[in-house]
Each structure stands twice: as C-alpha cells, then as structure tokens.
C-alpha cells in the first residue's frame, strides 16, 4: 500500500463497483466492502471487508484507514422488502451510518454515483428524492462529496437498460406511452466509469455535484428505436397517451420479469428529463465520448458472454 492512495469501495460486488475497481486498482489500493466480503480472496491491489451499513460499528471497521470513499450502495433491492421500512427509509440509515464513520475515521473525500436532478420540476419522483437526500446527507457531517449525477447508464448489467432492452426485445409491437417523449442522455458505462476516476482524489471537486452524460439526447421512443435497430428488428409502434405511470410500472414488470422494488422507482423517474445542466458540468468529466448505438452493440454483445467479461474491450477509449 506503500505511496497508493487507499479507497474504500462500497458497493464492490455491485455492477458499477466491479467495474471500477478494475479501473482503479492499478493505481491505489482498494478496500472492497460487500456484506459478504469474506467469501473473497484478497489480492495485492485488493483488500476484501465484509461490511454491513445497517451497522454503525461495521462501518466504522469497514472504512478505517481509507484515504477516500467511494459510495455506490441504494437500496432498490427486493431485499428491501424484508423490513418495513421503503427504500428511501433504507438509503438514509446507510447513508448516515456511512457518512459518520467515514468522518470518524478519517476519510478526506467521498464520491457518490447518483442520478440527474432535473430542474424546476415541482415535485421529483421518489428515485430521485432519495438520490438528493442520501447526497446532502452524505455531506452532513465535513467530510467533502464529489456526486456524480448520471441518467440511464449503457452497459450489459445494471438496472435500468437491461429493462429496456428486454422492452424492446419481448415486445411483438412498441407500446408508447406519453413519457417516452421525455428526453434523455444516456451514458455508456466506461464514460461513468471514466468520470468516477477523474473524480477520486480532485481537491477542485470536493464539494461539487457534476453531471455527467454521452453524447446523444434523445427521447426514450428514440432510445428503444435504435436499440431495436441494433438487435435487428423493426417492431410496429403504437402510441398509447392514455397508459399512465401506475400503468406502465405494472405493464414493465410484467414483460420483462423484474421486480417491482425495482421497476417501480424507475418508471416513476420517466416523467423527468434527464439532461445534464451546463452549470453542473465539469470539462473533461462530464463529456462522455460513446454513442449510444454504439454503447447498446456492445453492451448486448458483453451480455452473450459467459462469463460476464469486464467493460473495457477493444474499440472502446481508454479512461
């Protein structure tokens, strides 16, 4: 660990954590946190914790002696609905938990992955409440938060496009509702990685809220189309006006077969754009470089291999 800047990654098991500790590793020396981190092997750019955020005292043993935390933990899990508390309930016990250890022990930054904060919205959906609360309390006790807000992440796994592409791929015909005319700027998963990256250990960034998207805005109707295109098929599209939100949660869970504790926030957030703001960029952060179609080829190719592979292949930029 000798002259490498120690990170502590909550959240290493997840889709986004494995992929950026492949990034990160080479460079410092990462404390990988996951509930069942003991079942991991150690390596030496890798030191695995079994870390449970419910409890303040695994927190605090699972941050001591990180230089920086990076957070990529909500709680939009069916595994929520073993209490009875709702995923916003959830977020702001791991949260608080996270952010009073790592000023106990010491951590200098903390960077969170969190969503697009649409502006002059009256009300935002309960995803994104959530997102704004866990960052604002993240920061509630002087340890400085780089958030880097992104909209729908491209990539093989996650949540939110692999919903769309089994939409797309399921579906005789397209049925539209009224949001999908809402615009949005995906992201290809090694631009959030890439930006993630640029984040950690920035003294210029401690304190800043940074939105970050590729280089297509679309509307989702757009979006599905050209990840139609890719997959090869040309479905007939039919525009439903009257299909509401609660509709569409109930229409979305029954195609593609996820859960409702995860389907439903995401649908909710639909009605909102998720563009990024000029006055939330950062030059050389913000800019992803990936097309979307060229995101969505990839990430369906990277999704047919067994096993999973990792995100960075050839013809994608190095970050």
């Not at 938990?97 to 992955?113: C, E, H, T």
């Not at 949005?184 to 250990?201: E, F, K």
């Not at 809220?209 to 979006?223: C, R």
Request: aromatic share 6%; hydrophobic share 40%; net charge neutral.
């Amino acid at each position: 660990m000798e002259n490498k800047t120690i990170v502590a990654l909550a959240g290493a098991s997840g889709y986004i954590g494995q992929n950026l500790m492949e990034k990160l590793k080479d460079r410092s020396h990462i404390i990988a946190l996951s509930r069942n981190g003991d079942e991991k092997e150690d390596s030496d750019q890798v030191t695995w914790r079994s870390c449970d955020l419910y409890s303040m005292a695994d927190a605090e043993k699972g941050l001591d002696g990180a230089d920086i935390a990076v957070y990529l933990v909500h709680s939009m899990m069916p595994s929520a609905k073993l209490t009875q508390g709702s995923f916003e309930d959830m977020d702001v016990i791991l949260a608080d938990n996270f952010a009073q250890a790592a000023k106990k022990v010491g951590v200098k930054q903390i960077v969170y992955l969190s969503g697009i904060i649409p502006e002059n919205q009256p009300e935002l959906s309960r995803h994104l409440s959530s997102r704004l609360e866990v960052e604002k309390i993240l920061g509630a006790y002087g340890v400085p938060v780089t958030t880097i807000r992104a909209g729908l992440i491209v990539g093989p796994r996650g949540s939110s496009f692999p919903i769309l592409k089994k939409l797309v791929k399921r579906l005789p015909f397209m049925v539209l509702p009224q949001w999908t005319k809402t615009k949005t700027q995906p992201i290809a998963l090694p631009d959030v990685i890439g930006s993630l990256d640029q984040s950690i250990g920035k003294d210029s960034l401690k304190g800043r809220s940074i939105d970050v998207g590729g280089p297509d805005v679309m509307t989702y109707e757009e979006m599905m189309q050209k990840v139609a295109g890719v997959m090869g098929r040309k479905p007939f599209i039919v525009h439903i006006p009257f299909l509401t939100i609660d509709l569409s949660k109930l229409w979305v869970r029954l195609v593609t077969g996820a859960s409702k504790e995860m389907v439903y926030p995401l649908i909710e957030s639909l009605i909102h754009p998720m563009v990024t703001h000029s006055k939330n960029k950062v030059d050389g952060i913000s800019e992803g470089e990936i097309p979307f179609e060229e995101a969505a080829e990839w990430a369906l190719r990277e999704e047919e291999k067994q096993p999973k592979s990792k995100w960075n292949r050839p013809g994608l930029p190095s970050m």
